[in-house]
């Protein structure tokens, strides 16, 4: 379990507040915030992080054995959907660690590592969930999206998911760290939606969108695609779209 919970009411951005304070936090101590000024999203994106009563939560992670890191972020998407799946709706993972409900966005990962002289001292692992975000600010949002109460039709209680969601990060913690993608890859496999289909590829400039084939996720959890000159190709970077 976390070794503290650290609320504050505003805040930049929980991770900015990670990696900040990085070396004076504990390993497993968690950072939340109800509203966040400067919410970010991966390639740089804003996250819209109003006061809606949703989850902008940070781990503060310095495992002893970072080999395993790149699965962290992929473990708490598996987490976060299920957790999200108590409320009685169905769950897909897109790769590598978004949640969606019925084909939209409900929860989005950022993970950043803590470097020291080009060593990682630990990651800080953060996560958003839309639990209810109005429809109004949904439609504003550029990418196809949704929240936890409209997709239930009842208002989402923060703290009752923010506890189940750290309770269900930690009950398998360890065994991800020491075991990487094998730890949780049937809870990951099972959300997955796109293997065997069609998609593209977009790097983080917005530039290109290459088609490829998703054939499969190797050992260590990385995408294997079909590229349309028909080799084989290991996806390490980039945003599929479905
Ligand atoms: C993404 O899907 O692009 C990642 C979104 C990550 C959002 C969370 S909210 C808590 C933490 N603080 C941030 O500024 N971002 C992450």
Redesign the pocket.
């Known amino acids: 379990m976390p070794i503290s919970i650290i609320e504050f009411e505003t805040i930049d951005?929980?991770?900015?507040y990670g990696l900040k304070h990085f070396d004076e936090l504990e390993d497993k101590t968690v950072i939340t915030a109800l509203e966040?000024t400067k919410?970010?999203?991966?390639f740089d994106?804003v996250?819209v992080?109003g006061r809606f009563e949703n989850i902008?939560?940070?781990f503060i992670l310095k495992p002893s054995k970072l080999t395993r890191i790149a699965n962290l972020t992929q473990y708490l998407c598996a987490a976060a959907a299920k957790v999200i799946e108590t409320y009685g709706v169905s769950t897909q993972i897109k790769y590598p660690n978004?949640v969606l409900v019925d084909g939209k966005k409900i929860c989005?990962?950022?993970c950043e590592s803590k470097l020291k002289t080009n060593a990682i001292q630990g990651v800080v692992l953060?996560?958003?969930v839309n639990l209810n975000t109005p429809q109004e600010v949904i439609d504003s949002i550029d990418r196809p999206a949704t929240s936890l109460n409209l997709a239930t039709g009842k208002h989402i209680d923060r703290y009752l998911f923010l506890n189940k969601l750290v309770e269900e990060f930690f009950s398998n913690y360890e065994k991800a760290i020491h075991e990487g993608f094998s730890a949780f890859e049937e809870d990951y496999l099972k959300r997955t939606e796109f293997l065997g289909k069609k998609i593209f590829i977009q790097q983080r400039d917005n530039s290109q969108k290459d088609e490829c084939t998703a054939l499969r996720l190797d050992k260590n959890g990385n995408l294997i695609v079909k590229t349309l000159s028909g080799k084989e190709k290991t996806i390490l970077s980039g945003d599929l779209i479905l």
């Open positions: 951005s929980t991770n900015t966040q919410g970010r999203g991966r994106r996250w992080s902008y939560m940070s978004d989005g990962i950022l953060g996560i958003g």
